[in-house]
């Protein structure tokens, strides 16, 4: 059964294995990378300190720096598995609005076609709900079609799809 876990550097080597599965530079939504542009994340100490900046990035009381959001980010398990991650932004920012919405998720290639996707925004709206969120915005590349179903799953009503920065994107909001 998935759960979701609080980053956490007992998963440091399931999560190298899961990062390995990615093609080199390729997008992560939703997994903090961001957080650790430069780090090698092979180094415990290294690993352990990104995953102490993606904790701190739900505490109100620290800044988050420029561009940045408040932030509470899971990862997607299965025991000692790591599967994905999801992370719900508190708030939106202009970037946010346009492109990447509330929550961001992925799941590492082996694990898709599951419904974890499905299941990790289901299991995030209420949170997002306790956090004084009356709606979220999720959003989708326009040919991620796994995506588009597991948003529209949860209740996502397509508003548009525009062309961002990031290229075209699908935009849902789903009520609370």
Known sequence: ?????????????????????????AHQDG?????APDADLRDPE??????ERLRQQSDSSVAVGEERVHATHWW?????????????????????????????YSIRPSARKRGLATWALGAVLPEARALGLDRVLVTCDDD????????????GVLEDVRTTS???????WITL
């Open 1 to 25: 059964m998935p759960e979701l876990t609080a980053p956490t550097g007992r998963l440091q080597s399931s999560w190298l294995a899961a990062r390995d599965e990615w093609s080199p530079g």
């Open 31 to 35: 997994s903090g990378l961001r957080l």
């Open 46 to 51: 290294a690993f352990s300190e990104w995953v």
């Open 76 to 104: 997607i398990t299965e025991g000692e598995n790591y599967l994905g991650a999801i992370d719900l932004r508190h708030y939106l920012n202009a970037f946010l609005l346009d492109v990447g919405g509330h929550i961001g």
């Open 144 to 155: 991620n079609i796994g995506s588009a179903r597991s948003i529209e799953h949860n209740g």
């Open 166 to 172: 990031t290229g075209p994107k699908r935009r849902y």
